[in-house]
């Protein structure tokens, strides 16, 4: 096999994030008095870390104190309910468990905080995946390669043998800064036409379609 170790992106990749984000923006959204946000919407808005979703959803000006008071309601009522309607996405967990099963090890780099990251990928995936890491204060996010460089670090893999899974232009930006191979996902929030021309080194429809590229 080609790989000793597979990164994932988290939300839209692993797991189905995206009503109890949506709650949790909306939450914060009607506290400062601006219009609750719809699922598709929300669908665009997530990526670049948690408080872009928030920049992402005000109207454009709106006072830094102002995205600061959202922001805080927003994070507070999330991390309480990160957990409610969040489900893997269907093959998922089967997939994590085959890769374990041929020895290949499995880490997540997302751009959420990070505490929620490990809460969610411990919840879903207990004893699949060997690292975790989300946003951290001082770390630059995604596309930066920072911790995604960590990670190969830490399990000791070079970038050849890492292949790296998202479904979004930050994650095929992420690969190529890490000089690592990528692949995008359908199943997640970004369509082709999202990926500001960017072309990933994979493409995959289905869960099993990419389990057998990585296991081939």
């Known amino acids: 096999m080609k790989y000793e170790l597979v990164i994932f992106d988290l939300d839209g990749t692993l797991l189905d994030t995206v009503e109890d984000l949506r ?20 669908k665009l808005i997530i990526g670049g870390g948690v ?5 992402n959803a005000v109207p454009e000006g709106t006072p830094e104190d102002v995205i600061d008071r959202v922001f805080a309601a927003f994070k507070a009522r999330y991390n309480a309910h990160n957990n409610d309607t969040t489900l893997p996405f269907p093959g998922i967990p089967a997939l994590l468990k085959a890769l374990k099963a041929a020895g290949i090890r499995v880490a997540v780099n997302s751009n959420k905080l990070d505490e929620d990251s490990r809460v969610l990928v411990a919840a879903h995936f207990p004893g699949l995946v060997d690292m975790a890491i989300g946003d951290r204060e001082g770390v630059p996010r995604k596309p930066s390669p920072v911790s995604a460089n960590e990670i190969m670090a830490a399990l000791n893999v070079s970038p050849d043998r890492v292949l790296y899974v998202g479904d979004g232009d930050s994650d095929i930006m992420t690969a190529r800064n890490a000089c690592t191979d990528g692949a995008w996902v359908s199943w997640g929030y970004r369509s082709r036409e999202d990926l500001k021309g960017l072309e990933p080194s994979h493409s995959f429809d289905t869960v ?6 990585i296991l081939s």
């Open 51 to 55: 408080r872009n979703h928030v920049k």
């Open 208 to 213: 099993e379609a990419l389990r057998d590229f």
């Open 23 to 42: 709650a949790a923006l909306n939450y914060g959204l009607e506290l400062g008095g601006f219009a609750p946000k719809t699922t598709a919407e929300m």
